[in-house]
């Protein structure tokens, strides 16, 4: 599923229910394009037509790439510290940082883990590793965190963003778990 949201078209439409969000693995934010593209566009548009693209892949090479993710392996603390960041995503959590308590009021669902190991093994595969590690979770967890967490009104005041919150929660959050003190 892909969606598209121009900011400057908005007016009679309203913005998708953080339900509805969630199903969305990631949130792209698209900036301006370069000079050079631009010149790239007007030169190669003729009469307005956009364009032909050829597929990149067919249906076979898609089923077996996905097969491969599905392959990559999700080491168990990988998947530890990806259940421990989503848990630290609800500002009620015993493990929540700071941000996520001042600034969040609805943490990300189960469909964000979820997300963050299909696109963390994506990510390993794309760098040719056969496993998750913690860098391709760091990698993709903004995309896939930052719609997912519903702001609360403080962190407008305060200038704060998702992204900066879900900054702050990969920093805070240990990739592996902490071992009690020892009692003596």
Do not use: C
């Not at 693995?25 to 000079?35: P, T």
């Not at 609800?90 to 609805?106: G, K, L, S, W």
């Not at 967490?149 to 959050?173: C, K, T």
């Amino acid at each position: 599923m892909l969606a598209t949201q121009n900011p400057i078209e908005l007016e009679g439409t309203y913005p998708l229910p953080e339900a509805q969000l969630d199903r969305f693995l990631f949130k792209i934010e698209v900036r301006g394009v370069s000079a050079e593209t631009l010149t790239a566009i007007v030169t190669q548009r003729a009469a307005g037509r956009p364009p032909e693209l050829a597929a990149a892949m067919g249906r076979e090479e898609l089923d077996a790439l996905f097969a491969a993710v599905d392959r990559v392996h999700l080491p168990p603390g990988v998947a530890d510290w990806i259940g421990r960041l989503v848990a630290a995503s609800d500002p009620a959590a015993d493990a929540a940082p700071e941000a996520v308590r001042r600034f969040v009021r609805y943490g990300a669902s189960p469909r964000a883990a979820i997300g963050l190991a299909s696109a963390g093994r994506a990510a390993a595969l794309v760098s040719g590793k056969p496993n998750v590690g913690f860098d391709e979770v760091r990698r993709v967890a903004p995309a896939i965190l930052g719609h997912r967490l519903v702001l609360g009104y403080e962190a407008a005041l305060e200038g704060r963003d998702a992204a900066s919150v879900v900054a702050e929660l990969l920093a805070d959050v240990p990739e592996l778990r902490r071992r009690p003190e020892a009692v003596e």
